[in-house]
């Protein structure tokens, strides 16, 4: 099992940016493909970002390209979103989801693994 905890979410102006961090627990996270979703008021949970177990490989949903970047430290066991250039359409409950690495499969989908979520509040 692995156990994730999200942190870094807050209030944060239009333009600026934002950190969260994905502590695991539990197990290496270096076998693990991990991602970044969010959810939305009334909407389903959409894919954001995910990166490959080495951290070699990055993919990223069209609206956030460029702006975001994830990252993984897995000698601290830790997964990281940097949100840049926020918009009021970033604000939603973030979560950070692990998933055995498989590179033939489609990142968006097959995580075992989630968080709590945090909340990023972006004000326009």
């Known amino acids: 099992q692995v156990q994730l905890v999200e942190s870094g979410g807050g209030l944060v102006q239009a333009g600026g940016s934002l950190r969260l961090s994905c502590a695991a627990s539990?197990?290496?996270?270096?076998?693990?493909?991990m991602a970044w979703f969010r959810q939305a008021p009334g909407e389903e949970r959409d894919f954001v970002g995910a990166?490959?177990?080495?951290?070699?490989?990055?993919y990223y949903a069209d609206s956030v390209k460029v702006r975001f970047t994830v990252s993984r430290d897995n000698a601290k066991n830790t997964v990281y979103l940097q949100m840049n250039s926020l918009k009021a359409e970033d604000t939603a409950v973030y979560y950070c989801?692990?998933?055995?690495?498989?590179?033939?499969?489609?990142?968006?989908?097959?995580?075992?693994?989630w968080g709590q979520g945090t909340q990023v509040t972006v004000s326009s």
């Open positions: 990166i490959s177990s080495s951290g070699g490989r990055t």
């Open positions: 539990g197990r290496p996270i270096s076998g693990y493909a």
């Open positions: 989801a692990a998933r055995v690495e498989v590179y033939t499969r489609d990142r968006r989908y097959g995580y075992d693994w």
